[in-house]
């Protein structure tokens, strides 16, 4: 595993999302504690949704299929702030974003490791230029909600489970 993951800290909350302390990113996955995450979902003016193929090298979740980007507040930054750096940081722009409705969620991975999150949705639209970091993303790629939500059902094994989650389940992205 990366240092990055090692060094990086989360927030955890309790269900109402009241913070209850910070603690290093890896060990909250190991231990499944409920913690702070957002999504992002970014839009074209074709109502196609951006996907990212997460990098093969992620500590969970790598080579899957997901969201524009999904990542971690900063203990001490506001959600608004943590979204416009990581979507800049992952897919090297930025734009306007609105938060949706938040969820919390639990799933176990084979490597042992467990997302616990407490997980804000932001949907936005862009119809510029993508840079990937190729650190985060392998791929990405223009996708109509429809055709998503078909293949999701499908071919259920290669996206991540909290971007079928709020897709299929929750049904937030309309």
Same mark, same amino acid.
């Given at each position: 595993?990366?240092?990055?993951?090692?060094?990086?800290?989360?927030?955890?909350?309790?269900?109402?999302?009241?913070?209850?302390?910070?603690?290093?990113?890896?060990?909250?996955?190991?231990?499944?504690?409920?913690? /702070?995450? +957002?999504?992002? +979902?970014?839009?074209?003016?074709?109502?196609?949704?951006?996907?990212?193929? /997460?990098?093969?090298?992620?500590?969970?979740?790598?080579?899957?299929?997901?969201?524009?980007?999904?990542?971690?507040?900063?203990?001490?930054?506001?959600?608004?702030?943590?979204?416009?750096?990581?979507?800049?940081? =992952?897919?090297?722009?930025?734009?306007?974003?609105?938060?949706?409705?938040?969820?919390?969620?639990?799933?176990?991975?084979?490597?042992?490791?467990?997302?616990? =999150?407490?997980?804000?949705?932001?949907?936005?639209?862009?119809?510029?230029?993508?840079?990937?970091?190729?650190?985060?993303?392998?791929?990405?790629?223009?996708?109509?909600?429809?055709?998503?939500?078909?293949?999701?059902?499908?071919?259920?094994?290669?996206?991540?489970?909290? +971007?079928?989650?709020?897709?299929?389940?929750?049904?937030?992205?309309?």
């Amino acid at each position: 595993m990366g240092k990055d993951i090692m060094a990086e800290q989360v927030v955890l909350v309790d269900k109402n999302n009241t913070e209850l302390g910070v603690m290093e990113k890896l060990e909250a996955h190991e231990k499944g504690l409920l913690h /702070r995450a +957002f999504s992002i +979902f970014i839009f074209n003016k074709k109502g196609e949704l951006l996907l990212q193929q /997460r990098n093969s090298s992620k500590y969970h979740s790598g080579g899957l299929w997901s969201n524009t980007v999904c990542s971690h507040p900063r203990p001490e930054e506001k959600y608004e702030d943590a979204v416009h750096r990581r979507l800049q940081e =992952e897919m090297g722009f930025d734009c306007e974003l609105h938060k949706l409705s938040c969820i919390i969620y639990k799933a176990k991975f084979e490597n042992g490791l467990t997302e616990h =999150e407490y997980d804000c949705v932001f949907r936005g639209k862009y119809d510029g230029d993508v840079y990937p970091d190729e650190i985060e993303v392998e791929e990405y790629k223009w996708v109509g909600i429809d055709e998503l939500k078909a293949d999701m059902k499908k071919n259920p094994v290669i996206y991540t489970y909290w +971007f079928k989650k709020i897709i299929l389940h929750e049904n937030i992205i309309k």
